[in-house]
């Protein structure tokens, strides 16, 4: 079994900021890609940011210059900090990974059961 288990959710006033953190968990061999994904109500899930292995990032160009995504390979856990806050960033944030249970299995996608973010005033 492989867990992601979230945490850092909340409610913060616009301009504030708010760092989720996902830790991943279980019978696991390595850890590829991780990304956070939100989904606000009556809107499809949408990708905010992802990171591979290696450190490389992307960013949707909605958050560009104010979430800065890291992770800590050793411990299989992915942040996100988020900065000057928007009423828009109101959503569900999912944590996603990309998981090899072993060397020889191909990598199969895993998700967090959410954490809920609220920017209001």
């Known amino acids: 079994q492989v867990q992601l288990v979230e945490s850092g959710g909340g409610l913060v006033q616009p301009g504030g900021s708010l760092r989720l953190t996902c830790a991943v968990s279980?019978?696991?061999?390595?850890?590829?890609?991780m990304g956070w994904y939100r989904q606000a109500p009556g809107k499809q899930r949408e990708l905010v940011a992802a990171?591979?292995?290696?450190?490389?990032?992307n960013y949707a160009d909605s958050v560009k210059g104010r979430f800065t995504i890291s992770r800590d390979n050793a411990q299989n856990t992915v942040y996100l900090q988020m900065n000057s806050l928007k009423p828009e960033d109101t959503a569900v944030y999912f944590c996603?990974?990309?998981?090899?249970?072993?060397?020889?299995?191909?990598?199969?996608?895993?998700w967090g059961q959410g954490t809920q973010v609220t920017v209001s005033s």
């Open positions: 990171i591979t292995s290696g450190g490389s990032t």
């Open positions: 996603n990974a990309q998981v090899y249970r072993t060397v020889l299995t191909r990598p199969s996608d895993y």
């Open positions: 279980g019978n696991i061999y390595r850890v590829n890609k």
